[in-house]
Structures are given as C-alpha cells and as structure tokens.
C-alpha cells in the first residue's frame, strides 16, 4: 500500500501469518484539518474522535491487566514481570476452549477466567508463598520473576506455535455508526464487560471484609497479621483475583486483536506504565493510568507514526511522573 508514509514492508515466513499496522486515513500536515470530500477523506476531528474510541477499548484491556499487578504489588511488594505471560495464558486457554474443543467463545472465556484464577492461586501458594517464607528479598523475587515469564513464554511457543491465531467466533463484524464512531459490536460488549468488573472489584476492596482485609495489609502487613489478618489467606485471594482478572484481559485482547505467544509481553510495558501513572498499588489509580495511556497511544496516531505510538506514552509518563512523583492517585511516601 502506498500513499504518503504509508510504506510498510513486512517479513512473512511459510505458512505463517503476519499482521501489518497502517494509519486510518492519510492526514495532511500536523495541525490541518482536513474537510471530508468525495474521496470519502475524514476531517481530523472525526479521525481524533475514532481513534479516542479505540484508545477507550485498549485503556480498558491495559486496566484490567493493571489492576491484577497492582493489588499484587500492593500486598506484596512484588514488581511481577511475568504478569504479561498471565495475561497470555488467559487468551490461549479461552483460545483450547473455543477452537480445541469446540466451545462457543463464552463459555471458554468464563472456564479460561475460573482456571486461570485458580492457577493463580496455586502458584502462590506452591510457588511466590514458598519463597516469602523462606526470606527471599523483593528484588530477587522479582528477577525471579523475569526468569518464569521467560520459562513461560517458551512453553507458550512450544504448545501454542508462532503463528498468530483467531478465535471461533466474532472475527469480522461490521461496524456500527455512532456519530462520527464505527465501532464493532464485540468491542461495545466487551467495553462494557471491562467496565463492569473494573467497578465491582474497586467497590469490593472498598466494601467487603476481604477488600478492607486486603488494604490492611498492603498498607501494612505485620499491623494486619498482630490486627488478626490471615495475611497469607488474604495474599492468596488477591493472586487468585490477579490471575483471573489478566485472563479477562487476555480474551478481550485477543477478541480485539488477534493472538500469538507474546501478546502479553508486548502490553506488558504499557501495564506498568498504567499502574506506576494512575499510582502504583492503587486499584483506581490503575484505572485511570491506563485509560491516559491507552487514549494517548491512539491519538497520537494523528501526529505521529504508529511505530512511535507507544513512545510517546511513556514520554507522557515520564512528564507526569516529574510533576507527581507518586502517580496521578498514588499517595506521598515519607522517607527517613
């Protein structure tokens, strides 16, 4: 495809596919709107006001992504590098499901959430709960962690193949008009899923036993655990909930995009750039970090080339986090 910058010349290997990303429409120079004409060109406001929309739907996806890491950060302490590969895991289970063994994308997704949920819970309390009693420190956790999301990965690779998938269902849809918006179907569905657990997880720590619980013990632990808090019982369900919440984000992604074995690691970046913006072991501030970042992603698009989208997220990230040292939500932390 040619016109403009529109040049892309990608490596396709035998019988694999490749996906290749090119700018919705061709823009003039930076700052001109351009007029809609019998080419069908949009104006640029019609184009900021798409890709607003497709920045919402991928915000969304980072969020419930964001949100397993940072409960997790919260009450452990622990930079988890391989939450990304969660994320895949949820994706590829929902993807056996649907395509092995012939279940309607649904249910595949509900059973690829339950499942990953309680390996999550497993690999705390046979993996992450082993190392904290026997003293491992936070940082070498956390290399540790880079190592299984390497070890993941691989195995991915090997059951999974290279090749970029779809699910069953909901490939191709037509697009519905909203204004000047065309959206899928599947996307305003899945928005409004994403939305919804987003809300009732953030009202469950804010109302329940077990959210109070859970914030007791990420503002402190030994006060919980001296207050009465089973602080490993509380560790356990913030992993399962972890777990499960990031193989949501990963069926919604693969809905959204297609699936391969790195498709977590290539939103992990922006993950951490969500939690560590909106503040980092808030369930809100999770929220609104990756919303800023999946908005800033795609509108950018207008300005600068796609390649560089994720770029100029994290220099968003870099300004922000040198006026607000503690993230958008995040609370100042006294130091000596």
């Given at each position: ?22 700018a ?11 007029q ?7 104006s640029?406001?019609e184009?900021a ?26 009450t452990t302490g ?6 990304g ?8 289970l929902?993807?056996?499901f ?13 059973i690829?959430?339950?499942v ?9 309390r ?6 904290r009693?026997?003293g ?5 956790m ?10 993941l ?12 998938e ?6 191709a ?16 569905v ?5 939305l919804?657990?987003?809300?009732v ?6 109302r ?6 859970a ?6 632990p ?7 808090i089973n ?7 913030v ?9 949501l984000?990963g ?15 290539d ?5 951490f ?16 970090g990756?919303?800023v ?7 950018s ?16 990230l ?5 006026v607000?040292?503690?993230g ?9």
């Amino acid at each position: 495809m040619r016109g403009g910058n529109n040049v892309r010349t990608p490596t396709v290997y035998k019988g694999n596919c490749s996906s290749v990303l090119f700018a919705l429409q061709p823009k003039g120079a930076p700052g001109q709107e351009q007029q809609q004409d019998s080419g069908g060109q949009t104006s640029m406001w019609e184009q900021a006001a798409q890709l607003a929309f497709e920045g919402l739907n991928l915000g969304l996806i980072i969020a419930l992504a964001a949100l397993g890491l940072s409960l997790i950060y919260g009450t452990t302490g622990l930079t988890n590098f391989s939450h990304g590969e969660l994320v895949t895991l949820g994706a590829i289970l929902a993807y056996a499901f649907n395509v092995g063994i012939g279940l309607h994308l649904i249910p595949a997704g509900i059973i690829a959430v339950i499942v990953a949920g309680i390996l999550g819970y497993l690999q705390d309390r046979l993996f992450w709960g082993w190392l904290r009693k026997r003293g491992t420190g936070i940082i070498a956790m956390m290399i540790i962690s880079i190592g299984l999301a390497l070890v993941l990965r691989y195995a991915f690779l090997i059951f999974f193949g290279g090749q970029t998938e779809a699910y069953a269902q909901y490939v191709a849809q037509p697009g519905i008009q909203l204004g000047p918006i065309s959206a899928a179907p599947k996307n305003l569905v899945a928005m409004g899923i994403e939305l919804a657990v987003l809300i009732v997880v953030g009202i469950a720590l804010l109302r329940t036993r077990t959210g109070k619980a859970a914030r007791a013990v990420a503002d402190n632990p030994a006060l919980a655990a001296s207050s009465g808090i089973n602080v490993d019982r509380v560790i356990r369900i913030v992993w399962t909930m972890g777990g499960a919440i990031a193989a949501l984000a990963g069926v919604m992604l693969g809905l959204s995009q297609t699936l391969k074995y790195t498709m977590g690691q290539d939103i992990l970046l922006l993950i951490f750039a969500g939690v560590t913006l909106g503040g980092l072991g808030t369930a809100f501030g999770a929220l609104v970090g990756s919303l800023v970042v999946g908005l800033f992603i795609q509108v950018s698009t207008l300005w600068v080339p796609p390649e560089l989208k994720n770029v100029g997220a994290l220099a968003v990230l870099i300004i922000v986090l040198l006026v607000r040292p503690q993230g958008i939500l995040g609370r100042r932390e006294r130091i000596g």
